[in-house]
C-alpha cells in the first residue's frame, strides 16, 4: 500500500497551497515528500528492533512525539500531524473520514543550508560552532531531568549499547590487525568503565541524564534565514534520547573530528563548557565520543551485503577503520600543560587563549564568565575579594581539567605574583606543564579593542579604560624565576601566535 500511496500522493490538486515540484527523500525508516514550500514526512511501516513502526497507532503516536520534541529547538519548521484519509489509491490529505496513514507537515528549507553541505564546500565557520555551543547549552540546561528511578543513564546502562557494539562488530572482521585493534579497544572501554562507574553514578545522581536530542550531527542542523536550526532528534527511543549531556554534545565533536575539523570540535566543547559550567563531566567525554565513532563504525559495516564484492567490501572496510581509528584516538593518553594568561584587559589574551584551545585541545577558563557565574551581577566585580574567590575557582576547575586528562589555559590578567603563585602550585601537584603566556599589545590597540568589544557588548568582562589604567599601574611584573617559565606574546602579531603554537608542540610532541 505505501508505494501506492506515496505515488498517489504525488498530486497537486491534493495540497492547499501551490506545489513546486514533487521530489520523494527515501531513508530506511521514512518518505519525505517535498513539495516546494512544505514537507510531509511518512513513517515506514517498518521494525528495526530498536524503532518500531509497524502499527498505523504507532505510527502516530511516533508523528506527535517528533513534532513535540523538535520545537524544542526550532521555530515554526514542525508544523502540525495530519491524518491521511480515503484510499491508497486516492488519498486526501486531512480528509474526513477514517486515517488510514499520518504525515508530519514541516516548512521547508532549502538542502543546501545544511551545515554538512557547509562544511563539504568549506563554508562552516567559528560564527556557526559558536551558535551551537550556546543553543545547545541553553537547550541541555532547560532539558527534562530524568527522574532518578528510571534506570535510563545508570552505569549499567550506559554501559550496555557500548558492550553491543563490540558483540555486533566481530563477525564482521577477519583481518588480524582489524580484529587485534577491536581487542584493545574494548579493554580500554572496559577499563575505563571501571574507572568512570562511581563518575557514571555521581552524573545521574546529580540530574545530569536529561530528555536530549540524541542525533546531533552536521546534517542534522541547518541555516534557516541565517540562523542555525538544529532538528530532527530521536523521537523513536527513549534511551537514545535520555542520555549524558554530554553523550548529546560528544556526537557533534565526533562528527566534527570525523570530518578532520578537530579545532572546531575542540572550540565547541571549550565554548560549551564556558555556557554550562559542567566541568565535573567533562572526563567523560572521551568516552562517549570512542561510542559514538565505533556506532558509525558498525553501522558502515551493516551496509555490507553478503554477496558484496571485493570492491564493495574494500570500501566498507576503509569507512570502518576510518571510525575505528578515530575511537582509537580517543584513548591514546594525553600530553597535558596548564598555561595562564598574564596582561591587563583587552589585551587580547581571550584570543590568545582560543588558539591555544582551537591549535592544541585545551580546555579555556575565563575568570570573566567564572566571575559572574559565582556572583551574578554583582556591581563591583573586581573587588579585592571577589577577585581572590575568582582565581581559587580558576585553580578549582584547573585542577578538574586536568584530571579529566585535557589541557587548561586560564584566561585572566593574573597581574598579581601571588595569583601566579597559586596557579603553578596546582601545575605542579598533577605533574602538568606550566606556561605563562605574557600577553602584550600597544595601547592605541587595546584602546580599539576595547571600543570594539563596548559596541558590540557581547562580551563577558566588564573592564573599562579606568580599569585598564588602575591595572597598568598596579600589576606586579615576573619574577625572574617566572619569566623561565612564560613566553612574551605581541597579541597583535599573528605570527607570534603561530610560533607560540609551535613552539608548545616542540616541547609537548604527545599534543
Not at 127 to 136: S, T
Not at 350 to 359: D, F, N, P, Q
Amino acid at each position: 500500500m505505501s508505494q501506492t500511496l506515496i505515488a498517489a500522493l504525488q498530486n497537486p490538486a491534493l495540497f492547499p497551497h501551490p506545489v513546486e515540484q514533487f521530489q520523494v527523500i527515501e531513508t530506511h525508516i521514512s518518505w519525505v515528500l517535498l513539495t516546494g514550500p512544505f514537507v510531509y514526512k511518512i513513517k515506514k511501516p517498518m521494525n528495526f528492533g530498536f524503532l518500531d513502526f509497524t502499527t498505523l497507532s504507532s505510527r502516530e503516536h511516533f508523528c506527535q512525539q517528533e513534532l513535540k520534541l523538535n520545537q524544542r529547538l526550532t521555530e515554526n519548521l514542525y508544523l502540525e500531524v495530519l491524518p491521511i484519509t480515503g484510499s491508497a489509491e486516492a488519498p486526501q490529505l486531512g480528509g474526513e473520514g477514517e486515517a488510514i496513514e499520518y504525515a508530519l507537515k514541516m516548512r521547508q528549507f532549502p538542502q543546501d543550508g545544511l551545515l554538512s553541505t557547509l562544511q563539504a564546500k568549506g563554508e562552516l565557520t567559528t560564527a556557526h560552532i559558536d551558535d551551537m555551543a550556546r543553543q545547545i547549552a541553553e537547550f541541555h540546561e532547560k532539558a527534562p531531568r530524568v527522574l532518578s528511578e528510571n534506570e535510563l543513564g545508570s552505569p549499567e546502562s550506559v554501559m550496555a549499547p557500548v558492550t553491543q557494539n563490540f558483540e555486533q562488530i566481530l563477525p564482521f572482521l577477519s583481518e588480524k590487525a582489524d580484529l587485534v585493534q577491536l581487542d584493545a579497544l574494548e579493554a580500554w572501554a572496559k577499563a575505563s568503565y571501571e574507572r568512570l562507574k562511581p563518575l557514571l553514578s555521581q552524573r545521574k545522581a546529580d540530574g545530569f541524564i536529561r530528555e536530549c536530542h540524541g542525533d546531533i550531527h552536521l546534517g542534522n542542523i541547518t541555516l534557516i534565514d541565517g540562523k542555525v536550526v538544529i532538528f530532527d532528534c530521536i523521537e523513536f527511543n527513549e534511551p537514545f534520547r535520555m542520555t549524558d549531556v554530554y553523550a548529546d554534545i560528544g556526537f557533534l565533536a565526533m562528527d566534527l573530528e570525523d570530518r578532520g575539523l578537530k579545532s572546531l570540535s575542540r572550540r565547541l566543547i571549550s565554548q560549551y563548557l564556558e555556557h554550562t559550567g559542567d566541568y565535573a563531566g567533562l572526563e567523560l567525554l572521551n568516552f562517549y565520543k570512542a561510542y559514538r565513532a565505533l556506532v558509525r563504525a558498525k553501522v558502515s559495516l551493516f551496509s555490507l551485503s553478503p554477496d558484496a564484492d571485493h570492491v564493495q567490501r574494500a570500501t566498507t572496510l576503509r569507512q570502518y577503520r576510518n571510525y575505528a581509528n578515530l575511537a582509537e584516538s580517543y584513548s591514546a593518553i594525553p600530553s597535558n600543560f596548564l598555561a595562564i594568561t598574564h596582561g591587563v584587559s583587552a589585551v587580547g589574551k581571550s584570543h590568545v587563549a582560543m588558539r591555544l584551545v582551537e591549535a592544541l585541545g585545551a580546555v579555556r577558563l575565563r575568570s570573566d564568565i567564572e566571575r559572574k557565574r559565582l556572583f551574578g551581577d554583582s556591581k563591583d566585580l573586581y573587588a579585592a575579594e571577589v577577585s581572590a574567590d575568582t582565581y581559587k575557582r580558576l585553580n578549582e576547575l584547573a585542577a578538574v581539567v586536568l584530571h579529566a586528562g585535557f589541557p587548561v589555559v586560564i584566561d585572566a590578567t593574573f597581574l598579581k605574583h601571588e595569583q601566579r603563585l597559586a596557579t603553578a602550585q596546582v601545575a605542579e601537584a598533577t605533574g602538568a606543564p606550566f606556561l605563562i603566556l605574557d600577553c602584550a599589545a600597544p595601547k592605541a590597540v587595546i584602546q580599539g579593542w576595547l571600543a570594539q568589544r563596548q559596541a558590540q557588548n557581547q562580551d563577558p568582562s566588564d573592564a573599562t579604560m579606568e580599569v585598564i589604567e588602575a591595572q597598568l599601574a598596579n600589576r606586579e611584573p615576573l619574577t625572574a624565576d617566572e619569566t623561565l617559565r612564560s613566553r612574551h606574546v605581541e597579541t597583535n602579531l599573528s605570527g607570534d601566535l603561530d610560533k607560540l603554537v609551535t613552539d608548545i608542540r616542540q616541547y609537548l610532541p604527545g599534543l
